[in-house]
């Protein structure tokens, strides 16, 4: 997740060979792993209780436990250090007894291969659990390299994003969005590939892929969009001509261009000064966006009757990319984007979770709400709530908003609005 170009994304740790697992965080102090505490503690509890019970009922055989409970917390070699303490309490303890009291050699044995085996039990933990953190940071990295991290105010916008994944052990899935600035204005596209598993993440990374090129390039949004359509039926036909039982696989998506924001060499992060309070969308079959904040608290914007990416040949083959729509947005209005992760959210009595209602009570109580990192955070932690933490599908949430103006090359100071005439009404400041 991510939230103003970072934080909110939850991470996870890399492995490593040294305390590879972390001990799954079970028991720390200051930081740093202390569950050889448990196997210790019940090592001298043992020993405490077989030196104070009377010798019809010795319990020190029970040794053979520690090494057990040492091979589900700890570390190989800490096993083994324990699996050996537990044979030589044995020992001394029991030749402290009468020779009538002694438990012998065969619970002597008990102990012995108890600790082998709990040494070998430990060592296919280790490597499990070590595989299962490696296949955690691949699908980590994967995820980073399908949804990149946005830097702050990237392309003259303020962002938040939050992207939950249904699958938590892949923590990746078919939602995709992203903000390309470039020459002909900043470019937002957020979107929801039909499906799951692999395939739709190939998909989404196909589609963001020629998204970040063609909205740089292109001066047109609808030529950006009929980039988008071909790169959809493409990839279709790719994953055909490989007999991959992908099936007539669409993405729903929204493209939003803020005219003249953003700058002309992607990477340079100053903020241009846009065609004010104008955006132009082009809807895929997507959620409508919701602009947040503005005087009339939370209102839908048009989004067109465009079909998903990857139909538009299906019922129309000769049919362009849907139309352009110019909305106007008011000063202080924040565009919040969701998948349907999120408006179909069902609570225990199946009912849909209510976004726009939500929405505005909660900017009803605090206006600062409509903030990027707020809101988003307002409607994440809102669908959870909704649905107790299930997830059906992937989730996104997604909100932008025009950063203040700033001078050219002069980083945080705002233009006053008289101003905003003399750096220009297009393109990025000179």
């Known amino acids: 997740m991510e939230s103003g170009g970072h934080g909110l994304r ?54 053979v436990f520690v090494a057990a409970i040492a091979a589900a917390l700890c570390g190989v070699w800490t096993t083994a250090l324990f699996a050996v303490l537990a044979l030589l309490t044995y020992a001394t303890s029991d030749a402290a007894w009468p020779s009538e009291y002694r438990e012998g050699a065969a619970d002597f044995v008990l102990v012995l291969v108890g600790g082998v085996l709990s040494v070998l039990a430990a060592s296919v933990r280790v490597r499990a659990e070590r595989r299962m953190l490696h296949m955690m940071n691949i699908a980590e990295t994967t995820r980073r390299t399908v949804l990149r991290p946005l830097p702050p105010r990237w392309g003259g916008l303020d962002h938040a994003a939050v992207y939950l994944a249904a699958d938590a052990e892949a923590r990746v899935g078919g939602d995709f969005y992203d903000i390309q600035p470039g020459p002909h204005g900043t470019r937002v596209l957020l979107g929801d590939v039909q499906g799951k598993g692999l395939g739709a993440v190939e998909a989404a990374a196909a589609l963001l892929g020629t998204f970040r090129e063609a909205a740089y390039h292109e001066a047109d949004l609808a030529t950006v969009a009929g980039r988008l359509e071909t790169r959809m039926r493409r990839h279709r036909a790719h994953t055909a001509a490989l007999g991959w039982a992908d099936g007539d696989r669409f993405a729903t998506a929204v493209l939003i261009g803020f005219p003249g924001r953003g700058t002309g060499v992607e990477g340079e992060n100053e903020v241009a000064v846009g065609e004010p309070g104008v955006v132009e969308i082009v809807g895929f079959g997507h959620e409508p966006t919701l602009a947040v904040g503005g005087p009339q608290g939370v209102r839908a914007l048009p989004n067109g009757d465009g079909l998903p990416l990857g139909l538009g040949e299906l019922v129309a083959p000769d049919a362009g990319p849907p139309p352009v729509l110019r909305v106007a947005v008011a000063p202080g209005e924040t565009l919040l984007l969701v998948t349907d ?29 409509a903030e990027p990192g707020r809101l988003v955070a307002f409607v994440r932690d809102g669908t959870l709530r909704h649905c107790r933490g299930r997830l059906a599908d992937d989730t996104t949430v997604f909100a932008v908003r025009p950063a203040t103006p700033v001078r050219p090359g002069v980083t945080g100071v705002p233009v006053p609005p008289g101003e905003l005439g003399a750096t220009g009404a297009t393109g990025a400041p000179g």
Do not use: K
């Open 10 to 63: 939850d991470r996870f740790p890399r492995a490593r060979r040294r305390d590879v697992l972390q001990r799954h965080q079970l028991l720390q102090i200051r930081g740093r792993s202390v569950t050889w505490l448990v196997p210790l503690v019940m090592l001298v509890a043992i020993t405490y209780a077989d030196f104070h019970t009377t010798g019809e009922f010795r319990i020190v055989s029970w040794c």
């Open 341 to 369: 992760g999120v408006t179909e959210a069902r609570d225990g009595a199946g009912e849909f979770y209510p976004l726009a209602e939500e929405v505005a009570a909660g900017l009803a109580r605090d206006p600062r709400t």
